[in-house]
């Protein structure tokens, strides 16, 4: 009996060089394309520009929800930002609970506590003591909430 007759005319190495060199092409490629998609994508915005982009987004909730949902939108966006651009826990405290411990804490500027005192005092009135809350009042809210994410000053009504 003849043992079995190799008939392939191409050697088995050279169909195991052109598997692997496939593979690595394949490879290259996708790592090429994952690369061209990550380089294109922008970045992640920051905590400040999230925040203003959905406070000018409910700016036009003002003349369709009550103040006291308008009060928790703004709110809300707010605290959400403190806690991402700051790192501080003011989304799981009470408003006294925070304004307590930001006294001892120097991250913001005595006109920066006042703005934020003053927000936090008036959604607190609209959402807890059921305060009737107008539109100007809520416009005051989204304007204050802007103010204190731009880093703004305070500007005092003259008598």
Same mark, same amino acid.
């Given at each position: 009996?003849?043992?079995? +007759?190799?008939?392939?005319?191409?050697?088995?190495?050279?169909?195991?060089?052109? #598997?692997?060199?496939? =593979?690595?092409?394949?490879?290259?490629?996708?790592?090429?394309?994952?690369?061209?998609?990550?380089?294109?994508?922008?970045?992640?915005?920051?905590?400040?520009?999230?925040?203003? #982009?959905?406070?000018?987004?409910?700016?036009?909730?003002?003349?369709?929800?009550?103040?006291?949902?308008?009060?928790?939108?703004?709110?809300?966006?707010?605290?959400?930002?403190?806690?991402? %651009? +700051?790192? =501080?826990?003011?989304?799981? %405290?009470?408003?006294?609970?925070?304004?307590?411990? &930001?006294?001892?804490?120097? /991250?913001?500027?005595?006109?920066?506590?006042?703005?934020? /005192?003053? +927000? =936090?005092?008036?959604?607190? *009135?609209?959402?807890? #003591? %059921?305060?009737?809350?107008?539109?100007?009042?809520?416009?005051? *809210? &989204?304007?204050?909430?802007? *103010?204190?994410?731009?880093?703004? /000053?305070?500007?005092?009504?003259?008598?």
């Amino acid at each position: 009996i003849v043992p079995p +007759f190799d008939y392939s005319l191409i050697p088995p190495w050279v169909i195991g060089m052109a #598997a692997f060199l496939g =593979l690595c092409l394949l490879g290259l490629i996708g790592w090429w394309i994952a690369r061209r998609l990550r380089r294109g994508a922008p970045p992640p915005p920051l905590p400040r520009e999230r925040a203003l #982009a959905e406070l000018e987004r409910a700016r036009p909730e003002l003349n369709l929800v009550t103040p006291y949902q308008f009060s928790i939108r703004v709110s809300d966006i707010l605290r959400r930002y403190v806690s991402e %651009q +700051f790192g =501080l826990p003011l989304t799981r %405290q009470t408003s006294f609970e925070f304004l307590e411990r &930001l006294k001892h804490a120097s /991250q913001f500027s005595g006109e920066e506590t006042q703005l934020l /005192q003053d +927000f =936090l005092s008036t959604c607190d *009135l609209i959402k807890f #003591a %059921q305060y009737e809350a107008n539109r100007d009042e809520g416009e005051r *809210l &989204l304007n204050e909430a802007i *103010l204190f994410v731009e880093g703004g /000053q305070l500007v005092h009504a003259s008598v």
